[in-house]
Structures are given as C-alpha cells and as structure tokens.
C-alpha cells in the first residue's frame, strides 16, 4: 500500500466515524458471498458463521449495499 493510499484510507476513516456505519444483519444475512466479492478493501468476512464487517478497512464506499440479494446490509447513523 503506498502512503498515499493510507493516508486518504485513513482520512476516510475518521469521516466514517464522524457520520455512518454500515452494518450487516444476521437474520436477513445468508452468506452469499456476494458482497465479499465486490467489497474492494475485502473489509468484509466470515467469522464463525456469521459476515462481519472490518471497520478498519471499510470506507463506507456502500458497494456491499446493493450487492447483497437479502438486503441484509445498511447504514446508519
């Protein structure tokens, strides 16, 4: 990763925890996968049986929104 990469994740970072979060609900999640594959920073993973979100990766960029065919992924403030 080049600094100036880590540096504007980082800046996005402390934006994302002035404004929103995305979440993941485990009723409505079925592990798809679906968005593991489009989430660019792979912020998102399996842990025992359950998607969980990295926060230190995410960048709120919202891809995994639209992606998840359960619509089991939101914001919220």
Known sequence: MSLYEKWD?????QKMDDKKKVVI???KCKL??????????KAI???DGK?????DKCTLD????PACPN???REIE
């Open 9 to 13: 994740r980082e800046e996005r970072k």
């Open 25 to 27: 609900d485990p009723e």
């Open 32 to 41: 798809s996968g679906e968005c593991m594959k489009v989430c660019p920073e």
């Open 45 to 47: 993973y399996v842990k």
């Open 51 to 55: 998607a969980v979100i990295d926060y």
């Open 62 to 65: 919202g891809i995994c929104i």
């Open 71 to 73: 619509g089991a992924i």
